[in-house]
């Protein structure tokens, strides 16, 4: 079974700061992560994969993630929140088919 | 645009009816998923059909069903309908049917049912 966690429901930052939202997983086996993106009233957009490749992946928008498997963990970063990047994210596990979503993250950026 | 159609885009509809959402994927895509999305909830993976057959099920009641066409497009039907099937139902597709294929989602169908 495999199972993931996101640690805050709601992050609030300033415009300009940097931006962490944190995930943490479980998985019997080696799993590919991914980091999706909910605007208000519209699909989901993926970020970033992590796919047992480099563990730094570089997504769009300037987000990226690192794969901990010591800590079980794929956070979300980017060095300077935008106002438009103010949405619902999503962290997700997937193995052979199953994926299973995070609760979401709920980022508010302030001006 | 992700290239995933879903019609309708809103549905309102009264308990103990019956709705049929429809998914039409990227162009070359063979695998569909649905979801559903609801505030209690949140995003629960349904079932995936890959090139027509079902591959994958997960959190789906007995009353829906799914199936996917010769022409790679996917209808999910919802039968019985209670209000708490009331919630925002997302078809999605990928290339290939493995857990490394990106997936991409389409902008989703509203149910409320009253």
């Known amino acids: 079974a495999q199972s993931v966690t996101q640690l805050d429901s709601h992050v609030s930052v300033s415009e300009g700061t940097p931006v962490l939202l944190r995930c943490n997983y479980s998985?019997?086996?080696?799993?590919?992560l991914f980091w999706y993106v909910q605007h208000p009233n519209k699909g989901l957009q993926l970020l970033l994969k992590?796919?047992?490749?480099?563990?730094l992946v570089k997504g769009i928008n300037g987000f990226e993630a690192e794969f901990k498997k010591s800590e079980t963990s794929f956070h979300l970063t980017k060095p300077s929140a935008h106002m438009s990047d103010a949405a619902e994210y999503f962290c997700?596990?997937?193995?052979?088919?199953?994926?299973?979503f995070g609760a979401g993250t709920r980022l508010t950026v302030k001006p | 645009d992700s290239g995933v159609t879903q019609t309708p885009k809103h549905l309102i509809t009264a308990t103990g009816q019956r709705v049929t959402l429809r998914c039409s994927p990227r162009?070359?895509?063979?695998?569909v998923y649905w979801y559903q999305q609801s505030l209690d909830q949140g995003l629960q993976f349904l079932i995936q059909?890959?090139?027509?057959?079902?591959?994958a099920k997960g959190n789906i009641l007995e009353r829906f069903s799914a199936q996917q066409f010769p022409d790679l497009h996917s209808e999910l039907n919802l039968s019985s309908l209670e209000l708490g099937d009331s919630a925002l139902y997302f078809c999605?597709?990928?290339?290939?049917?493995?857990?490394?294929?990106?997936?991409?989602f389409g902008e989703g169908s509203w149910l409320t049912v009253v």
């Open positions: 992590y796919t047992s490749a480099a563990t």
């Open positions: 162009s070359g895509d063979l695998s």
């Open positions: 059909y890959y090139n027509g057959e079902e591959r």
């Open positions: 999605a597709s990928s290339v290939g049917a493995t857990s490394g294929n990106t997936i991409y």
């Open positions: 998985s019997s086996y080696s799993p590919s």
């Open positions: 997700v596990v997937s193995r052979a088919g199953d994926m299973r």
